[in-house]
């Protein structure tokens, strides 16, 4: 047994980790709001060309939410943003946020009058394949047409949260995705059967939910930034519009998204040509990585964007100060906590998959051939999970020091290593290969940027680290024992087939009792061993 004698490591203030706390909790509740919502559409409409059109016409405005959204413009914009309020107060950064909101809504209105005239021509270039089942392809159109004004709602979302998050308010940016989760609940719960007795198509009403949650995500907004007094003032006027795009600041923010635009789209074509590969596999294949995506959507969220969100601005305002030594403490921090939880939640998604699969989506349409395939593409996001959830902590790194260009020269590595194990992998995993080669080019990512950080001397490991790993390594393997065993021991197929309804309960139950019998055997094992948990999540 290893010593107990601690390891020296960083711990955050308490009021930082209170705020990631905070934001993972939030995350939560709206990734269980969405894991409800994802169960019910699996269960009404099953993964078919109808849910596989959905799917397309809803990434299609996800696609460019990342350009105006939480992608390029978040990354230029929370780094500006932060340095001002810490160079030149708050009156100025005001004025700030007035000119960036004029110039952001402006681009918005043309950006969704011309995507929602190019839905065919984008549909085509997104998934071309769904033209085998033509009634599909055309319900991925016209669906299109109704949810790409989304992005402008969510872009404007994405505007206040920057701003809440800067003013360490993080509750009402972290809770508002949960509002989608229930516009769609609502949607195929009611909406879908209205439909059907009018004669139209009952996958409809999911596009109608996206709409419908976009506008109240935006509403709830409004409240909280009129209490901080940074409601935006937006000018709605041409000289109003040329006045905002002079601002020095802003120009200053488009020139830092050049390069993240460039990097997003890298990241989202990456997704284009994985989203037209499974569209020319067997139907089902979008929705089945769709399924085995919002599995793996709870602990990316809860761990990564929770880092991501509060540690953006506190690295941001600590380069502002060029206090050197708290930003490289605030990073090591935070991988800290990805090697203490996305490590094990990795070890899980590749032992668990399919119990997971077979235990939450496994309801009316959703067939035992549908977790057979979904299983797979889960296992394949599961082996890139570490490095997911550590580009979360390590690109803020970049973003903070407002440089975009790094992170887009190494997308652009990790883009052309992707698509070559699509190359690779794809004729013999099919579907499974497309999570697969993501997983592993995430890895790839989070390595590249952390040299890169070693490199230029803007991080440096606190001492502690090898024992750190070790430590996490030992109860890894007993967690993972525990979990195989499980995995064989529970015939996680078959009780669909026990008699009366008891069987959902009775699955559930088993799964729960599984993920809480890991967690105590993980958690023990590191106490055992002596990891210092109050000493790493306190000073």
Known sequence: MLSAKPSIIYSAPVSLLKSASTVSLLTLLSRISGLVRELLVASVFGASEWTDAFNVAFRIPNMFRRFFAEGAFSQAFVPALAASKAQHGEVETKRVIDDVATVLVWVLLLTCVVGVLAAPAMVWAMASGLQQAPAGYAAAVKMTQIMFPYIGFMSLVALSAGILNTWQQFAVPAVTPV???????????????????????????????????????????????????????????????????????????????????????????????????????????????????????????????????????????????????????????????????????????????????????????????????????????????????AIKVLAPGYFANQDTKTPVRIALGVL????????????????????????????????????????????????????????????????????????????????????????????????????????????AVLRTLGLPFRQFLRR
């Open 416 to 523: 052309v290593a992707t698509q070559v194990l699509n190359a690779l992998l794809v004729p013999y995993f099919q579907h499974a290969a497309l999570t697969l080669s993501i997983g592993l080019g995430g890895l790839l990512n989070a390595a590249w940027l952390y040299a890169g950080l070693r490199r230029r001397g803007s991080y440096q490991p606190l001492p502690g680290w090898g024992r750190f790993f070790l430590q996490i390594a030992l109860a890894c393997t007993a967690m993972a024992a525990f979990l195989i065993w499980a995995n064989h021991a529970v015939d996680w197929l078959g009780t669909q087939a026990a008699p009366g309804s008891s069987w959902r309960l009775l699955r559930m139950a088993e799964l729960g009792a599984v993920i809480v019998g890991a967690a105590l055997i993980y958690f």
């Open 179 to 389: 509002l989608l989760n229930l516009c769609m609940i609502g949607a195929a719960w009611w909406g879908a059967p209205h439909l059907k007795q009018l004669g139209v198509e009952p996958i409809y009403a999911l596009a109608i939910g996206v709409m419908g949650g976009g506008v109240l995500q935006l509403a709830v907004q409004v409240p909280a930034l009129y209490r901080l007094g940074l409601l935006p003032r937006i000018g709605l006027t041409w000289p109003r519009f040329r006045a905002a795009c002079a601002d020095p600041v802003t120009g200053r923010i488009v020139t830092l998204m050049m390069p993240a635009l460039l990097g997003v789209g890298v990241a989202q074509l990456s997704m284009l040509i994985n989203t037209q590969i499974a569209s020319h596999l067997a139907p089902g294949s979008v929705s089945w990585i769709t399924y085995a995506d919002r599995l793996m959507e709870f602990p990316t969220a809860l761990l990564g964007v929770a880092l991501g969100v509060v540690l953006m601005p506190q690295l941001a305002a600590a380069r502002a100060q060029k206090d050197h030594q708290t930003y490289s403490d605030l990073l090591d921090w935070g991988l800290r906590l990805v090697v203490l939880l996305a490590l094990p939640s990795a070890v899980a998604l590749l032992a668990l998959a399919q119990p997971l699969v077979a235990t939450l989506y496994q309801y009316g349409a959703f067939t035992a051939r549908d977790v057979a395939k979904t299983a797979p593409a889960l296992m394949g996001w599961g082996v890139g999970l570490v490095g997911m959830v």
